[in-house]
T-cell receptor, first 117, second 113 residues
Framework: EPEVTQTPSHQVTQMGQEVILRCVPI?????FYWYRQILGQKVEFLVS????????KSEIFDDQFSVERPDGSNFTLKIRSTKLEDSAMYFC???????????????FGAGTRLSVL | GEDVEQSLFLSVREGDSSVINCTYT??????LYWYKQEPGAGLQLLTY?????DMKQDQRLTVLLNKKDKHLSLRIADTQTGDSAIYFC?????????????FGTGTRLTIIP
């Protein structure tokens, strides 16, 4: 069964360093998402991406964050200068359509745990 | 804005039914979902329901939707030890065609042998 894969599973970094979290969405999917879950808190939407541009972003997704689809298979989340409060589990998701197409199921990867020291 | 609420914990005896409840605020939500998260794993889609339905059954899972009260529940029949996990309710919201999921806090289901 196709799945969303994320690497690495755990990333440890020093405050102020740049990190890139990588995701390989399901191959025929067109819509891509990043969510995060701070320990003990809700899973929160960060950003959605379609047709090589950001569709929507939350207030969490400030100038320190960026997303990119550098090739036909990868979808990355970059945090330019990490802060302690960026420590969280980051989930990538993809879907092959939206609700009006009845193709709105978002499939999630296993997540990358980011620890900022 | 959108908000989804769930109780944090539920303990159930093996073989009994589990009922996990959720309330949401966005009356325009078209789809509502249940995801399962096992320790160290990602979010696994269990089932979903379209807002014009009031019930959906899928093997041991039954989803009930009360759209008037904005209340969603997930019933797991004959609960097994493998059902131990955190269960997240999520609603789909759409903003000019851009969609995102809003999740509840998750309910940790513990099975008592």
């Amino acid at each position: 069964e196709p799945e969303v894969t994320q690497t690495p599973s755990h990333q440890v970094t020093q405050m102020g360093q740049e990190v890139i979290l990588r995701c390989v969405p399901i191959s025929n999917h067109l819509y891509f998402y990043w969510y995060r879950q701070i320990l003990g808190q809700k899973v929160e939407f960060l950003v959605s991406f379609y047709n090589n541009e950001i569709s929507e972003k939350s207030e969490i997704f400030d100038d320190q964050f960026s997303v990119e689809r550098p090739d036909g298979s990868n979808f990355t989340l970059k945090i330019r200068s990490t802060k302690l409060e960026d420590s969280a589990m980051y989930f990538c998701a993809s879907s092959d359509g939206v609700a009006r197409q009845a193709k709105n199921i978002q499939y999630f990867g296993a997540g990358t745990r980011l620890s900022v020291l | 804005g959108e908000d989804v609420e769930q109780s944090l914990f539920l303990s159930v005896r093996e073989g009994d039914s589990s009922v996990i409840n959720c309330t949401y605020t966005d009356s325009s939500s078209t789809y509502l979902y249940w995801y399962k998260q096992e320790p160290g794993a990602g979010l696994q889609l269990l089932t979903y329901i379209f807002s014009n339905m009031d019930m959906k059954q899928d093997q041991r899972l039954t989803v009930l939707l009360n759209k008037k009260d904005k209340h969603l529940s997930l019933r797991i029949a004959d609960t097994q030890t493998g059902d131990s996990a955190i269960y997240f309710c999520a609603e789909l919201s759409s903003n000019f065609g851009n969609e995102k999921l809003t999740f509840g806090t998750g309910t940790r289901l513990t099975i008592i042998p």
